[in-house]
């Protein structure tokens, strides 16, 4: 398994495989779909799942809502608002090429205080996945263990996509990539939008049903409703092709404000309830939160289904020994909900404008999302839309994994699939500046994609990647400069209309580019958005054109000037980001992941073979003093010894071996199985004995009844007595030592090692077969062909001749090609 897709949810991440059955989504160890984006840490870290379980007693170092922190600086006000929604502790981080400081999270790792960047984090989530798919790869084949990590390691994913919001800028893009990076995931074929995603799942089946046509497009509004974001797209579809028309999201909008409504309405109603008793707000106590945001989840869901009209919220013990109870009515949830259910307009009526299409244009509205299951939201949609179906064609949960799984199998190398177009839009206008001229300088000599002096130029700046442009794609701006200058990347002001932060900073990156000293002469600066949407300078040259008097122009005129050649010589240039990491930094954050890796691996072992030598003792103590167990099997003496010696290694475990290390585990184990195994053993044996018995003396029977039956039959007569002489011997032998054997173990005790063990039946059982077999099987010889007598020549008769004949005879003549006598038969 090697080809995957992630959705990175706030709250969960879903992974889904593509293979030869088409896309699968992958269940976790507890056999769930959906996995927890978080990580822990405390003895050693903890992902998903396993950090869910400890998320309330240990949200001091449990890391959650990475999805909306990274990539961002410390001071950022989008940061600086996630901040206050979070119980673990950001602190900014210094970057080695200066700028902003980014974010880390203070953490405690096996006792140790350590600050880990949000980056690294969302690396360790990814690796997560990985490996959940790698087990099940594992746990799928026959023949790899799937217990052994290093063989499960093996089966790593090569080739990855993983979705992200369409909000996501440039920093935030690149900080996704080198998470991964940090992680050891070098994989990465594309970050990819997750509107986008939802329409390749959809798009790519409808296509196999031949539901599109090609040159006729079908237009489909997507709307995702998540956990943090709401988004709506529009999307064309033809034969073997998507188009993202148009994209409008509400950044701050999500499942989760509408859980903070009735969270704060629970804390209300307690404070009412118990004012002046209480020893403080509820909502700032983080433990006390947790419970809310969890009592809120609930009701929620059960609100959303038509037709419930309340949800009743207990919690016992919510804050200081105060319990809650009360009943939150349909009516007064909407009520509550109107100012965010009011938001959810405007990203449709600005995408249906930007498409030029209306409601009844649309061939379909799909969702997807966990909050498009909210009862209110689906009917908001719908009466804005005219009373339009809200179509769940793709499961809510799983609709982005599935598509960015199919987009990592359309780009891996590993798969072939059928060609299918994806014409992506770019979310935020780009502009692309370069430093004032010097006074009296002008213009002349720019160019930006093909457009050439004696347009109207502008100043120093030109949107070179405008909102809708599909990437990757490279484009060009021409300047005329020498020595040192920089090209500076920016988004443009119009990107706070299309959803962008405006408080955030706008620059991009800065391109510091090194021409000739001297005159100045064209330099073409090629600048890149790549697959993920990440700015580059895909390359700078300067162009100097040169006369080619090598080559005559024959079709010139008298006075025409020569043909010219373009020289191009490729600059030296530096890039500067405002959150840029350096080599060593993402160097040092991997060596960082590989130690606490193999950290986690000891603390994993160490912990099996815990629950291992725990097993071990439960179970032999309960079999050793049963009649029916272990009990038959062992002397009073090994059942004393044994017992005292499992109560005192028990007590033990729970006291001063709680924290052992896997060493002195396994120690233990083996001085336990020292004493059990041969009890174990004597058991297996009179278990097994019988069958085996009586497989060798069925063994037996057959062979002495072929014997008896060779001595008549004429198909054995190739069968000598010397042979059958050897079969009667060992047949004999080892009926023989059979039952010496049995009478042997007929005088002996259950409690006492056997005197014949089963492996030693078993191999007399394969002695008399390896003697008895080859001669039973011998094949017979094959009759001798008969040799028939050769065939005697009939000689000619000589006629009798007509008068008297020569006494001498004529010497014999030679045949010669053509000759009459090659053709005549003798008869």
Same mark, same amino acid.
């Given at each position: 398994?090697?080809?995957? @897709? ?39 870290? +903890? ?23 990274? #990539? ?15 119980? &673990? ?14 974010? @880390? ?16 984090? /969302? ?52 900080? &996704? ?13 594309? =970050? ?33 409703? @998540? /956990? ?56 700032? !106590? ?82 997807? #999302? ?20 809200? &179509? ?76 809708? =442009? ?7 701006? +021409? ?5 040192? &200058? ?50 580059? =300078? ?138 059990? +195994? ?12 019988? !069958? ?57 005790? !259950? ?77």
């Amino acid at each position: 398994m090697s080809v995957v @897709g992630i959705d990175f949810g706030l709250q969960h991440s879903v992974i889904a495989a593509a293979g030869r059955g088409g896309v699968d989504v992958i269940l976790n160890g507890n056999s769930n779909r959906l996995n927890p984006t978080m990580v822990g840490f405390d003895q050693s870290r +903890t992902m998903g799942e396993g950090a869910a379980t400890s998320a309330t007693s240990n949200y001091k170092n449990t890391v959650v809502n990475i999805k909306r922190l990274i #990539g961002l600086a410390f001071d950022d006000p989008r940061a600086q608002a996630e901040m206050k929604r979070v119980y &673990f502790s950001c602190v900014p981080v210094k970057r080695a090429m200066g700028g902003p400081d980014s974010i @880390g999270v203070k953490v405690c790792l096996n006792g140790e205080d350590m600050v880990v960047t949000i980056e690294a984090i /969302a690396g360790m989530m990814v690796k997560h996945l990985g490996m959940i798919a790698a087990e099940k790869a594992a746990a799928s084949s026959t023949h790899i263990d799937a217990k052994d990590f290093k063989t499960v390691e093996q089966l790593f994913p090569q080739d990855w996509v993983v979705a992200i919001p369409s909000y996501f800028t440039d920093s935030q893009r690149r900080a &996704f990539v080198v998470g991964c990076e940090m992680a050891g995931i070098k994989g990465v074929q594309r =970050l990819m939008h997750e509107h986008t995603a939802v329409a390749l799942s959809y798009g790519i089946f409808k296509d196999l049903n031949k539901e599109f046509k090609k040159d006729e497009p079908t237009n489909v509004m997507f709307i995702d409703f @998540g /956990a943090s974001c709401y988004t709506v797209s529009i999307v064309a579809f033809e034969t073997g092709k998507l188009l993202v028309k148009s994209t409008y999201f509400d950044e701050t909008l999500g499942g989760r404000d509408f859980d903070y409504l009735i969270a704060s309405w629970i804390a209300n109603k307690f404070e009412e309830k118990h004012k002046g008793k209480l020893s403080g707000s509820p909502m700032e !106590n983080p433990k006390v939160a947790l419970k809310l945001f969890a009592a809120a989840e609930k009701a929620k869901k059960t609100l959303s289904p038509q037709g419930v009209s309340e949800a009743r919220i207990n919690l016992e013990c919510l804050m200081d020994d105060f319990d809650y109870s009360g009943t939150l009515t349909a009516e007064e949830y909407e009520v509550m909900c109107k100012p965010l259910l009011d938001r959810l307009i405007k990203p449709i009526e600005l995408a249906l404008a930007e498409a030029k299409l209306q409601p009844s244009t649309l061939s379909s509205v799909e969702i997807v #999302g966990g909050s498009t299951r909210i009862g209110s939201v689906k009917r908001t949609i719908s009466n804005f839309l005219g009373g339009m179906t809200l &179509f769940t064609t793709m499961n809510a949960d799983e609709a982005v994994a599935r598509g960015a799984a199919l987009q990592s199998a359309i780009l891996s190398p590993r798969f072939k699939v059928l060609p299918y177009e994806i014409l992506e839009a770019q979310p935020y206008p780009i502009k692309v500046s370069w430093d004032e001229e010097t006074q009296g300088s002008s213009q002349q000599g720019v160019e930006i994609e093909g457009v050439a002096d004696g347009a109207e130029m502008p100043a120093n700046s030109v949107i070179m990647f405008d909102r809708g =442009l599909s990437f990757p794609i490279v484009r060009r701006v +021409t300047l005329r400069r020498s020595g040192e &200058f920089q090209v500076n990347v920016s988004y443009d002001e119009k990107s706070a209309f299309y959803g962008q932060n405006a408080a955030s900073s706008s620059e991009i990156c800065t391109f510091k580019i090194k021409a000739s000293e001297g005159a100045e002469k064209k330099v073409r600066v090629n600048v890149k958005e790549d697959i993920h949407g990440i700015i580059h =300078l895909s390359s700078a040259q300067m162009v100097e054109e040169i006369d080619d008097e090598g080559v005559p122009d024959t079709e010139a005129k008298e006075g025409d000037d020569k043909k010219k050649k373009l020289k191009k010589t490729n600059l030296e240039f530096t890039t500067v980001r405002p959150l840029d990491w350096t080599k060593p930094e993402i160097e040092k954050a991997f060596e960082a992941e590989v130690s606490m890796a193999n950290a986690d691996r000891v603390v994993r072992e160490t912990s099996d073979m815990r629950n291992e030598l725990e097993s071990y003792i439960y179970d032999m103590r309960d079999k050793i003093s049963s009649d029916i167990h272990l009990g038959p099997y062992s002397t009073d003496a090994e059942k004393s010894s044994f017992s005292v010696t499992l109560e005192a290694t028990e007590n033990w475990l729970y006291e001063d071996g709680f924290d052992a290390v896997k060493s002195v585990y396994f120690d233990k184990l083996s001085a336990l199985k020292k004493i059990g +195994t041969p009890i174990e053993r004597r058991s297996v044996e009179a278990a097994s004995r019988p !069958n085996a018995v009586s497989t060798l003396q069925r063994k037996v029977e057959m062979y002495k009844a072929w014997l008896n039956e060779s001595q008549t039959d004429s198909k054995y007569s190739h069968i000598t007595d010397d042979e059958r002489q050897k079969c009667h011997s060992k047949c004999d032998e080892v009926s023989s030592w059979m039952y010496e054997m049995l009478d042997k173990q007929g005088s002996l005790s !259950n409690s006492v090692d056997p005197a014949v063990t089963c492996a030693e039946i078993s191999s007399k059982s394969q002695e008399l077969t390896d003697v008895c077999s080859p001669i039973k099987n011998k094949p017979a010889p094959k009759p001798m062909k008969e040799e028939k007598p050769p065939e005697v020549e009939k000689k000619q008769e000589a006629k009798p001749s007509e008068g008297p004949q020569p006494m001498e005879t004529e010497p014999a003549q030679e045949n010669t090609p053509g000759d009459v006598s090659d053709h005549m038969q003798v008869d």
